[in-house]
């Protein structure tokens, strides 16, 4: 139900000054509306996807935010020598900046957002409070002062009662947001919300809050014009959450009265009004399990999860911030505006659940998506062959369904991502469908504490003997062919040996014949200690059936890396069981000595715990060298993709050395210290 703009688009030209995504959705809304499109980028971006859609392209600078995304002059730079009219600036980065607002007004470049004066009282967390106090909307207890000595915030701390959350008073997004459990811990985790918060936003001051165990999420989508006008789009429920950043969303909220609906869309649309708001923004609010609510922040900019408002609202979002920011009045009224259907957003990110949800970085060599539909949107910022970098946040694209009911969102949503392959990075796409399947989210059973309640049994998400099975019988079948009229033979009695790495484990692979089936063939293969029986059809030479050491039947299918940035692709072979890939590397010579068995090689990966976990920077040094040390002392911590990871002491000792400094870069992989146990 959006108006026709397409005879008077808002803007001729608009600059886009963000990335990823985000700039991906905001340029599909402008074409549609008519408006010409300019990209600016990094030089880690250099051939991103969003560069490459926009009709045109200025480079800013370095890969590090704050020398290109974050700098101010550059962007409006590129906006001036381009002779943009307007800037959209997506979210994160310069959006919830006040000085980025008066620049562009000084500059007559149109800021599709806010003004100055809204983002300084709503984007400064602890001014936001107050304000939510004075419209007397109810409030976490807490400190927002301006001493921010550490022992004085110990000391509040302490008087609010543990556990307390630590927040960054700039910026969102899970940013600069710890939980102290205990006074013990309550300084290691304000240094860590200081440096992600300075990292960040540039703004290291902390506000504290009275953490609630296990409350909803809940956000109220508003929306303003210049002339007064202010709705309420409805409520998300934004509870699914890991390390405090939402991965799983849904609208309308499940089990959500309309009392309740009603009263949180008033506070809602009160506080835009008290403030002169305009735009799009995001009223945030906890609702504990005697449906009382308390505001949490309100975010000045759009939402990474605005689509699914989009999905049950039927209007697009971004065209009315463009209208907004042109001048124009709202298209519609609160009473023309109605809820239709249930939506649930995925975030996909390159990330593995397995291990703490790490950052994963590098080359997508594979990367497919279902077929879209009306009630199924993609918003994706890469595609097969692009580049994910340690740089800027993990998260790739996300996965917007949309269905009459939530029984059946939740059904799509389950199909989509089963059919949703992506490879040479890890992703979350598994986990997302192993989440939405469960019987408690089936059962809306929602609240931020979901994912640390998350029982899963981990079926086909680690390393098993029958992938290993899987991609040496693909090799075989790539080298040696299938012939139906006389049956597939591995030289002879003698079989067939084939080598293969993942990761760092190599393993041996011994396969001979099992003969001939109706309609394919059938194999044993040995790996370690164990037998699988490997049946392929001559139909579908790519899909293959496994009986496992439990007589279970699992279905894969094989492909090779398509990837143009991968090196030696030829020789890589990639492994799904479901939407879950492993990669494997061909070995032409494998000697008995190198052959590892897969739980001991695990377990010996296991042993080494001063490797770094993933590619990115050392964020800081905590202890200094031969200084005595207990078991559990965090050591040093290394940042990527905005988040800290410590690195730990496993036992008592002293570090002999650090091998990196502060600032520098370090890779999967390499030994960041020498720690002598004592």
């Not at 947001?177 to 309550?186: H, W, Y």
């Not at 609208?251 to 506070?267: D, K, V, Y």
């Not at 009160?270 to 009382?292: C, H, N, P, S, W």
């Not at 030289?491 to 760092?504: E, Q, S, T």
Request: hydrophobic share 40%; with cysteine; charged share 25%.
């Amino acid at each position: 139900m959006s108006p026709d703009t397409s005879i008077n688009p808002p803007f001729s030209k608009l600059l886009i000054a963000n990335r990823g995504e985000i700039a991906c959705r905001v340029m599909g809304t402008a074409k549609r509306l008519g408006i010409a499109t300019v990209a600016i980028y990094a030089e880690a971006d250099a051939h991103a996807l969003h560069v490459r859609l926009a009709d045109e392209t200025v480079f800013i600078g370095a890969s590090k935010a704050a020398e290109s995304y974050l700098n101010i002059d550059k962007v409006i730079g590129a906006a001036k020598s381009t002779n943009c009219e307007a800037i959209h600036p997506g979210y994160g980065f310069l959006s919830e900046n006040p000085e980025f607002v008066r620049q562009c007004e000084g500059n007559k470049i149109t800021l599709v957002g806010p003004s100055a004066d809204s983002i300084e009282k709503m984007g400064i967390k602890d001014t936001a409070k107050a304000i939510a106090r004075d419209c007397k909307i109810p409030v976490l207890s807490g400190y927002e002062g301006d001493n921010q000595a550490a022992e004085y915030l110990l000391q509040q701390a302490e008087l609010i009662g543990f556990p307390v959350m630590i927040k960054a008073v700039a910026g969102g997004g899970g940013k600069g947001l710890k939980i102290a459990g205990d006074r013990d811990s309550f300084h290691l985790q304000l240094e860590s919300a200081r440096r992600e918060a300075g990292a960040s936003f540039g703004n290291e001051k902390m506000m504290l809050e009275k953490y609630l165990e296990s409350p909803r999420h809940i956000e109220i989508q508003v929306f303003a014009d210049r002339h007064g006008n202010v709705v309420s789009l409805f409520e998300r429920d934004c509870s699914i959450q890991r390390r405090h950043q939402k991965i799983l969303e849904e609208a309308p909220a499940a089990n959500f009265s309309t009392q309740l609906r009603t009263e949180m869309g008033a506070a809602a649309v009160k506080l835009a009004k008290a403030i002169g708001y305009e735009g799009a923004g995001t009223v945030e609010f906890l609702v504990d399990t005697q449906g009382q609510y308390f505001f949490l922040e309100m975010n000045t900019r759009l939402q990474v999860e605005h689509g699914i408002t989009e999905a049950i609202t039927g209007l697009d979002l971004v065209e009315w911030q463009l209208l907004v920011a042109a001048g124009a009045e709202l298209p519609l009224k609160q009473d023309q505006i109605e809820i239709k259907g249930h939506a649930i957003e995925a975030r996909i990110c390159a990330e593995d659940p397995a291990e703490d949800f790490l950052p994963s970085t590098g080359a997508i060599e594979y990367m497919t998506l279902p077929e879209t539909a009306p009630a199924v949107r993609f918003d994706m910022g890469y595609v097969t062959g692009d580049r994910v970098s340690s740089y800027y946040d993990s998260l790739l694209g996300k996965l917007i369904v949309w269905g009459p009911d939530r029984q059946a969102a939740v059904r799509k949503i389950c199909e989509t991502l089963g059919s949703t392959l992506i490879a040479g990075i890890d992703s979350n796409v598994n986990y997302l469908q192993r989440l939405i399947s469960s019987a408690r989210y089936r059962q809306a059973e929602i609240d931020t504490a979901f994912i640390s309640n998350f029982v899963d049994d981990m079926q086909g998400s680690c390393l098993e003997t029958v992938h290993w099975a899987a991609a040496a019988a693909s090799q075989a079948m790539l080298e040696h062919g299938y012939d139906h009229r006389n049956g597939w033979r591995l030289n002879g009695a003698n079989g067939l040996r084939i080598g293969l790495k993942h990761k760092g484990l190599t393993q041996q692979h011994y396969l001979t014949d099992s003969g001939n089936k109706l309609d394919g063939h059938r194999w044993n293969v040995t790996v370690g200690e164990e037998t699988c029986i490997v049946e392929v059809d001559e139909a579908e030479p790519d899909r293959l059936r496994i009986v496992d050491a439990d007589n279970r039947i699992r279905e894969f299918s094989v492909l090779r890396s398509n990837s143009q940035q991968t090196e030696n692709r030829d020789d890589r072979i990639i492994c799904f069981e479901g939407n879950k890939p492993f990669i494997f590397q061909l070995i032409n010579q494998i000697s008995d000595y190198a052959t590892t068995l897969i739980g001991a090689s695990a377990s010996a990966d296991l042993a080494a715990p001063y490797l770094a976990p993933m590619n990115g920077t050392v964020a800081a040094i905590l202890v200094a060298a031969d200084e005595e040390l207990e078991a559990g002392t965090t050591l040093m911590v290394v940042e990527a993709m905005k988040m800290e990871f410590p690195i730990l002491s496993q036992h008592k000792g002293f570090v002999r050395e650090f091998f990196f400094d502060v600032g520098d870069k370090v890779e999967q992989g390499q030994t960041l210290l020498d720690l002598e146990d004592t």
